[in-house]
């Protein structure tokens, strides 16, 4: 209902205001009434951007039009291509994974805009044909509010390179973005949170010896898109690495 209001009328309600709404809605559906006047006393006193920043994350969910999942894969170069070709044309909203050299099984956590629970199912499906065990985890909110931000952490990675790209926002540049390096290198880390922007930006770690800096940096450049090289910062030494 807070997204309803906002999008028809550019209004920001509290959760207790938008029930009133979510009542009077429920209600014309159980009595079958169109067409009429329904008043609902709604309020947005109670707002601010600590609980915004909740709603948003929380409402896509809520309206079945996100989905959160998670898919082993098996811990070798190519399977993080083989994953993105099997997710199709599903949008990809949030994606997390972290390389460990430890395991022979990889854990992606991601999320997907869903236009129909159909498509979501046919999307499993071709997972599981593929032997990629797939969860659906949008109904647990342990996930939801806690375990989606504490994906991955440190790994000792062989060659580890950390890069910031920034990623058109339209169809297609993931797979581009992996025709570049991938199988060629192995990606062990990638983590994006679509945010609705012109550009996303994304942090990825890639396997690149020492050896073939030279050839990796021509095809990033070739490859358009803005990057940094990060693998020097302080934070990524001391929380990933």
């Known amino acids: 209902m807070l997204q309803n209001m906002f999008e028809e009328k550019r209004s920001i309600l509290e959760p207790a205001g938008a029930l009133a709404l979510a009542g009077a809605e429920a209600y014309c559906k159980y009595y079958g009434i169109k067409g009429g006047n329904i008043v609902a006393i709604t309020s947005g006193a109670n707002m601010n951007f600590d609980r915004l920043r909740l709603v948003t994350e929380l409402a896509d969910v809520g309206r079945q039009r996100e989905a959160v999942l ?17 997710v199709g044309h599903m949008n990809i909203t949030e994606f997390k994974y972290r390389y460990n050299p430890h395991k022979e099984k990889a854990l992606v956590l991601y999320s997907v805009g869903l236009h129909t629970v159909l498509e979501l199912s046919a999307m499993v499906e071709r997972m599981e044909s593929s032997q990629l065990t797939t969860l ?37 540049t993931l797979m581009k973005f992996l025709d570049t390096f991938s199988p060629r290198w192995n990606i062990s880390l990638f983590h994006y949170r679509g945010q609705g922007e012109a550009g996303a930006n994304v942090l990825v770690g890639i396997q690149v010896p020492e050896t073939e800096m030279t050839e ?26």
Not at 70 to 86: H, I, V, Y
Not at 139 to 166: A, I, Q, T
């Open 136 to 172: 659906n985890l949008t109904n647990d909110d342990l996930v939801k509010d806690h375990l989606r931000h504490l994906m991955g952490g440190r790994s000792h990675v062989e060659n580890e390179l950390l890069c910031r790209f920034v990623f058109p926002e339209r169809p297609g």
């Open 70 to 86: 998670a898919t082993l894969l098996p811990e070798e170069p190519g399977s993080f291509k083989q994953f993105c070709e099997m």
């Open 216 to 241: 990796f940096k021509r095809r990033a450049d070739a490859l358009g898109y803005e990057y940094a090289v990060e693998t020097s910062n302080k934070a990524y030494l001391l929380l990933m690495h």
